[in-house]
């Protein structure tokens, strides 16, 4: 009998690496409302009530372990600071990275360090809490890093 659930377990652990392997890397890139920022064709443009922020990326392909530069800039606004930001993994846990912004005239540039996934592609949202033209706003932008 023992034998038996062992041929069982191992049978389960076997499909279940092979469902794993077999899975292509597709990411589900439809998000309501939350643009997913392609920086390799254009900046990523957030829509608000009266104004837009751009971001743009110092690269094109973001990489895990590879520091890179974000900038945020709000081109229509007459006034725009920047409260609090933070990257967190949208469909995988890796815990909240805080994102310090700085004032450069009309930007805010950020340095950034992601941490590595197992997976080959992962999908990341930013979150900025920010406030322009004296209206509250949260921004979320995902973006993908690559391995």
Do not use: H
Request: hydrophobic share 40%; charged share 20%.
């Amino acid at each position: 009998m023992r034998i038996f659930y062992t041929v069982i377990i191992v049978a389960i652990i076997g499909v279940l690496v092979t469902i794993n392997l077999n899975r292509k890397e597709n990411i589900d890139l439809r998000q309501t409302g939350v643009p997913l920022c392609n920086f390799q064709v254009e900046p990523c443009s957030y829509e608000m009530d009266t104004t837009k922020a751009l971001l743009t990326s110092s690269v094109e392909k973001i990489r895990p372990e590879e520091a890179f530069q974000f900038s945020l800039q709000f081109p229509e606004a007459q006034n725009a600071e920047i409260k609090s930001a933070f990257i967190e993994g949208r469909d995988m846990y890796m815990g909240k990275i805080p994102v310090f912004f700085t004032s450069e005239g009309d930007k805010y540039r950020s340095d950034v360090l992601l941490g590595a996934c197992t997976e080959a592609q992962m999908v990341w949202r930013m979150t900025v809490n920010v406030v322009v033209d004296n209206q509250q706003q949260r921004l979320l932008y995902d973006f993908i890093a690559y391995q």
